[in-house]
Nanobody
Framework: QVRLVESGGGLVQAGESLGLSCSAS????????MGWYRQAPGKQRELVAN???????NYADSVKGRFTVSRNNAKDTVYLQMNSLKPDDTAVYYC????????WGQGTQVTVSS
């Protein structure tokens, strides 16, 4: 059983910054990739950013240059630093981990006011 616990999130104004973190626990044997997805009301869940065990990263075009994903392999933790936030970034952010299967966190709300 794998559990992903997220922290961070909240309400900020446009232009401000916010950080998210997600720690994995349980029967972990080599997390291949960790990252973040988000889902806004009425929209499909979409990839925000992810990072593999070698440190290779992947970002959605909409967040490139503003968001940074990082990972502490020793702590099985992934981080998302979000800068220059926009109202369009408002969504529930979900932590994701790929081991043998996909695992998801419970989600954390990020709201950006204009």
């Amino acid at each position: 059983q794998v559990r992903l616990v997220e922290s961070g999130g909240g309400l900020v104004q446009a232009g401000e910054s916010l950080g998210l973190s997600c720690s994995a626990s349980g029967s972990i044997r080599g997390i291949k990739r960790m990252g973040w997805y988000r889902q806004a009301p009425g929209k499909q869940r979409e990839l925000v950013a992810n990072i593999d065990s070698s440190g290779n990263t992947n970002y959605a075009d909409s967040v490139k240059g503003r968001f940074t994903v990082s990972r502490n392999n020793a702590k099985d933790t992934v981080y998302l630093q979000m800068n220059s936030l926009k109202p369009d970034d408002t969504a529930v952010y979900y932590c994701h981990a790929l081991i043998l299967w996909d695992y998801w966190g419970q989600g954390t709300q990020v709201t950006v006011s204009s």
